[in-house]
């Protein structure tokens, strides 16, 4: 059950990127998102000429979940340039041009596999270091660390809050859920 209000997101364009779960999309829907997806397997100069295209667009989730799987040194290099390339495609093509946007960046469980709280603490870093580069443009970022039995419900919440009007306060910090 739901916090937010409906009709929350009316008006905002979420871009999906990665392996974002239906959880997170049908919320977004829900409160009124127009939803899309990059995807996860563009190269940067396709996913660049995706972002040119994609119009007005208020944010850009990327989870990060999929591509690095069960883990290990192939999967932490592959999960980091993939959301590099989103990321920067989706805010040099859309949200700097804007004036305006948010990046909301999902890592993996702790308990993902080798490596998992390195790919957890390069988001963290990104979502930090962009802050305070792209400050001057509107576009604030955050990362989000699910805990190892953070149910996809309040993953789901917590997104849609952040891309909402109340989470634009929020950015360059990371979330880390049900620790415990």
Request: aromatic share 6%.
């Amino acid at each position: 059950m739901t916090m937010l209000r409906q009709g929350l997101l009316e008006g905002r364009a979420v871009t999906l990127g990665g392996g974002v779960t239906p959880a997170v999309r049908d919320a977004l829907a829900a409160l009124g998102a127009r939803v899309e997806e990059l995807d996860a397997g563009l190269d940067e100069d396709a996913a660049r000429e995706w972002a040119s295209g994609a119009g007005a667009v208020s944010a850009l989730v990327y989870d990060a979940r999929d591509a690095f799987g069960a883990g290990g040194q192939d999967a932490l290099r592959d999960t980091l340039e993939r959301a590099w390339v989103a990321v920067r495609a989706l805010a040099t093509g859309a949200l700097i041009p804007a004036g305006a946007g948010k990046v909301v960046l999902i890592g993996p469980r702790p308990d993902a596999g080798t490596l998992a709280t390195a790919v957890r603490s390069a988001l963290e870093n990104l979502a930090r270091t962009l802050s305070v580069e792209w400050a001057r443009y509107g576009v604030g970022t955050v990362a989000i660390a699910p805990g190892p039995q953070t149910p996809d419900g309040d993953l789901a919440e917590l997104v849609c809050f952040l891309v909402s009007p109340a989470g634009e306060y929020f950015t360059g910090c990371v979330f880390e859920l049900g620790l415990a």
